[in-house]
């Protein structure tokens, strides 16, 4: 059975710091892209940050560039986003997805695109 799971979500005070994890069983993120969507309460899911499990490419939302960084351990099957200098605005719910996709596709992220979720970890910011 294909899964996802999350974890590291929490509640940190602002310009705080958060890893979050994703752990893939039944696969290997081998040949997959891997991206860090998020969801605040109104709002469209989002996404974050994205790796290509094969090349190391990385993609950042704009709202993110310079203050996250997408990692992977092939070896663990997990991929990790380190998120420094935490705002309030980046209060919502993170998931994970994954699929097979083409560096293109990776670099615009949208998430009808991605047959691979996680369950979502809470991650909330206080000023």
């Known amino acids: 059975e294909v899964q996802l799971v999350e974890s590291g979500g929490g509640l940190v005070q602002a310009g705080g710091s958060l890893r979050l994890s994703c752990a893939a069983s039944?696969?290997?993120?081998?040949?997959?892209?891997v991206c860090w969507f998020r969801q605040a309460p109104g709002k469209e899911r989002e996404g974050v940050s994205c790796?290509?499990?094969?090349?190391?490419?990385?993609y950042y939302a704009d709202s993110v560039k310079g203050r996250f960084t997408i990692s992977s351990d092939n070896a663990k099957n997990t991929v990790y986003l380190q998120m420094n200098t935490l705002k309030p605005e980046d209060t919502a719910v993170y998931y994970c997805?994954?699929?097979?996709?083409?560096?293109?596709?990776?670099?615009?992220?949208?998430?009808?695109?991605?047959?691979?979720w996680g369950q979502g970890t809470q991650v909330t910011v206080s000023s």
């Open positions: 790796i290509s499990s094969s090349h190391g490419y990385t």
């Open positions: 039944g696969f290997t993120f081998d040949g997959y892209v």
């Open positions: 997805a994954a699929d097979r996709l083409s560096l293109v596709i990776m670099a615009n992220p949208l998430e009808y695109d991605y047959n691979y």
